[in-house]
C-alpha cells in the first residue's frame, strides 16, 4: 500500500482579514487623537469644565458614528467595485475562454514558470470556471472574491475602537479634572500603548509603534491646543 504525504504548516499568520483590523487600528487612533485635541482646544480657549465635558461628549458620539458610517460605505463601494470587475472577467471567462486561458499561461511566465508548464497548469485550472474566475481575479485584480471586508465588520469596528480612544481624554473631566494635565498625561499613555498593540500585527517593534503614533497624536494634539489658546485664555 501506498503512503499519503501530507504537507507539515510549520508557521502561523495573523488574523489581517475580514475588514476589521484597519478599521480598527485607524478608529482608535483617531478618536484618541481627535478627541484629545478637541478636549485640548476648548480647555485652551474655556476655563468651564462644563464645556469640555460637553465638547468631549460630543467628539465622541460625533465622530464614533461619522467614522462607522464612513467605514460601512467606503468599504461597500470597494466590495461593489471589485464585484464589478470579477463579472466582467466572467464574462470574458465564457466568450473569449482561449485568449483568457492564454492570458493565463503567460501570468505564470512572467512570474518564472517555464511557458510548457505554465501552459499545462493554465489548461488545468481552466477546467473548473469557478477555479479559474478565482485564479484570474487573483492574478488581474489582487482580490480574493471570497474573502472580501465585511462592511458591518468594519462598521462596528471602527464605532467602538473610536468610542474606546475618544473616552480616554474625557474620562478624567467625568472625574472632576479641571485642567488639561491629567488628560494629556492619559492621552501620551494610552497613545504610546495602542501602538505598541498594533505591533502584534506587523513587523514593527513594540517601542517603534509607540513611539510613531506617540508623535504623531502629540502633534495634532498641539496644534489643535495652539488654536485654542490663540482664541482664549489657557487655563493653568
Do not use: C
Not at 467628539?59 to 458610517?69: D, H, I, K, T
Not at 470579477?86 to 466568450?95: G, W
Not at 475562454?97 to 499561461?105: F, V
Not at 474606546?164 to 499613555?189: D, N, Q, R
Request: negative net charge; charged residues 15%.
Amino acid at each position: 500500500m501506498g503512503t499519503t504525504t501530507e504537507a507539515e504548516i510549520h508557521h502561523q499568520h495573523r488574523d489581517v482579514g475580514g475588514g476589521w483590523l484597519r478599521p480598527t487600528v485607524f478608529g482608535a487612533m483617531d478618536g484618541l487623537v481627535s478627541n484629545f485635541a478637541l478636549v485640548a482646544g476648548v480647555a485652551a480657549a474655556s476655563s468651564s469644565g462644563t464645556q469640555v465635558t460637553l465638547a468631549g461628549w460630543a467628539g465622541l458620539v460625533g465622530g464614533a458614528f461619522s467614522m462607522a458610517a464612513g467605514e460601512f460605505i467606503s468599504v461597500r463601494s470597494q466590495n461593489e467595485s471589485t464585484a464589478a470587475e470579477v463579472e466582467v472577467e466572467r464574462r470574458e471567462l465564457l466568450t473569449n475562454a482561449a485568449a483568457e486561458q492564454a492570458e493565463l499561461a503567460q501570468a505564470f511566465v512572467a512570474k518564472g514558470v517555464d511557458a510548457d508548464i505554465a501552459a499545462i497548469v493554465a489548461a488545468q485550472l481552466s477546467r473548473d470556471p469557478d477555479q479559474a474566475l478565482l485564479v484570474h481575479a487573483r492574478e488581474e485584480l489582487g482580490v480574493d472574491p471570497k474573502q472580501l471586508p465585511s462592511p458591518a465588520v468594519a462598521a462596528a469596528s471602527s464605532l467602538a475602537s473610536f468610542a474606546l480612544g475618544a473616552f480616554v481624554p474625557l474620562l478624567p473631566y467625568l472625574l472632576g479634572a479641571t485642567t488639561i494635565v491629567v488628560p494629556a498625561v492619559l492621552a501620551v499613555v494610552a497613545l504610546f500603548a495602542a501602538g505598541a498593540v498594533t505591533s502584534r500585527f506587523t513587523s514593527r517593534s513594540w517601542w517603534f509603534a509607540g513611539a510613531r503614533q506617540l508623535a504623531f497624536g502629540l502633534a495634532a494634539a498641539a496644534v489643535t491646543y495652539g488654536v485654542g489658546a490663540a482664541f482664549g485664555a489657557t487655563v493653568g
